[in-house]
């Protein structure tokens, strides 16, 4: 789904200035609803919601779908989701980039991590006695760093793929044509 631009007016501020129009057009992101659950939901009359509908549906940023059943559903156009969702993918994107740059680094240091040599030579004994010598490898740093810059990739990775199928789930049930969304 491209993004919608939104030409404002005075007609778009007019309507988007009342509170109860946010509230449905929020109300209507998360889902399509009718009437009867809109009033439910923002605990309003349903000739109160009927109107406040009717501006917004004036205005493009929500339509009535009529896919057969004996209910009216109604859901955000393009131009209403691009209102509460004004970046679209672009947060998605940015977090899925984050997260393989995290992963490609955490993975980077594990590698120098395990391939790093490892002294084979007898360590002297420290200056001014005490202490057993321990032989020069890898430094523990690079281990941690590297476990958990993978860590945080793979955590910001799954988190973008849920956003992106929830995302992906929203669209198609937001079609007012009853049409799946690819």
């Given at each position: 789904m491209e993004p919608?631009?939104?030409?404002l007016t005075k007609d778009t501020f007019e309507v988007l200035a009342s509170g109860t129009r946010l509230d449905i057009?929020?109300?209507?992101?998360?889902?399509?609803?009718?009437?009867?659950e809109l009033a439910a939901d923002l605990g309003l009359a349903?000739?109160?919601?009927?109107?406040?509908?009717q501006r917004l549906a004036d205005a493009g940023f929500v339509a009535a779908g009529d896919d057969g059943h004996a209910w009216v559903y109604y859901a955000l156009t393009p131009e209403g989701l691009a209102l509460l969702q004004?970046?679209?993918?672009?947060?998605?994107?940015i977090i899925l980039a984050a997260g393989l740059a995290s992963l490609a680094g955490g993975?980077?240091?594990?590698?120098?991590?395990?391939?790093a040599?490892?002294?084979?030579?007898?360590?002297?004994?420290?200056?001014?006695?005490?202490?057993?010598?321990v032989p020069e490898g890898a430094p523990v740093e690079l281990l941690v760093a590297g476990i958990a810059l993978a860590v945080i990739g793979g955590v910001l990775i799954t988190y973008a793929c849920a956003r992106w199928r929830n995302r992906r789930a929203a669209a198609q049930?937001?079609?007012?044509?009853?049409?799946?969304?690819t």
């Open positions: 919608a631009d939104i030409v057009l929020k109300a209507l992101h998360i889902r399509r609803m009718t009437i009867t349903k000739s109160t919601v009927h109107h406040h509908l004004p970046h679209g993918g672009a947060r998605i994107r993975v980077c240091a594990l590698a120098a991590f395990l391939t040599p490892v002294r084979e030579e007898p360590v002297p004994p420290l200056a001014g006695g005490g202490g057993i010598p049930h937001l079609d007012p044509a009853g049409e799946e969304v």
